[in-house]
């Protein structure tokens, strides 16, 4: 279930903005950026604020960069959270987007995939994301997971998880709290020699990674620096 502090901030979407094209891809509305050539792929799931969000695609066409294929499917299927609409129902959109949805329509993404010639796979979610990316994380259908400020996850999640996984938390998150992450990463440690990695960065909360200010220097800063943690660690995994 997400916590309330995933439906701050949102951001303005931007259903043209990115280098990439958005395209239908595993039977989803799916923003595509990168060389569709490539053996190596990285599928990002966004937060409840959905896959048109303009910090995301530059996130998207930035791993592309680095020689990735890279997908944003719209999971949400049109239906982002807008708490500014009246009469908008928190609850219902909850029950409507489950993070078990979430998880069916990504392996069907991660089928087409490897359907494609793609042979090696990492997943990176934020907030609702990270909870999608955590279970699909207990399979071996792909090979590496960054979770970026879950939602609220469980230890029973943790312990299922059979990937490297790393796992970028905020300080003042009292969503995933600091304390709750940190424990995680004992009971990832506890799985060696599964890879791990639990950092906690300094004053940021929940959804600093893709909900940061453009025009806040030490914002920009610290969401900069978790994208460099995650790409470093798809490098080293997805290969």
Not at 142 to 161: F, M, N, R, Y
Request: proline share 6%.
């Amino acid at each position: 279930m997400s916590s309330p502090l995933c439906f701050e901030n949102p951001p303005r979407l931007t259903p043209d903005y990115g280098a990439g094209t958005v395209q239908e891809f595993g039977g989803l509305k799916t923003y595509v950026t990168g060389a569709s050539d490539s053996k190596l792929a990285i599928l990002l799931i966004a937060d409840v604020f959905g896959y048109e969000a303009p910090n995301l695609r530059k996130l998207a066409d930035k791993v592309a960069a680095a020689g990735f294929f890279v997908l944003t499917p719209d999971f949400l299927y049109g239906d982002p959270v807008d708490v500014s609409k009246p009469g908008f129902d928190v609850e219902a959109w909850k029950k409507l987007h489950s993070t078990d949805k979430g998880k069916e329509d990504a392996k069907s993404v991660i089928a087409t995939l490897k359907s494609k010639g793609v042979s090696s796979i990492g997943v990176a979610g934020f907030c609702w994301g990270g909870n999608v990316a955590v279970k699909l994380a207990s399979s071996n259908d792909i090979q590496a997971a960054v979770i970026l400020h879950p939602g609220p996850l469980t230890i029973d999640e943790i312990k299922e998880v059979k990937i490297p996984i790393a796992i970028l938390g905020g300080e003042t998150d009292r969503a995933s709290p600091p304390e709750q992450l940190k424990e995680f990463g004992e009971i990832l440690s506890a799985k060696s020699p599964l890879a791990s990695l639990v950092k906690i960065f300094p004053g940021v909360g929940h959804g600093w990674t893709i909900r940061y200010n453009v025009e806040d220097e030490s914002a920009v800063k610290s969401a900069e620096e978790a994208h460099r943690d995650m790409l470093q660690w798809f490098t080293k995994f997805v290969k």
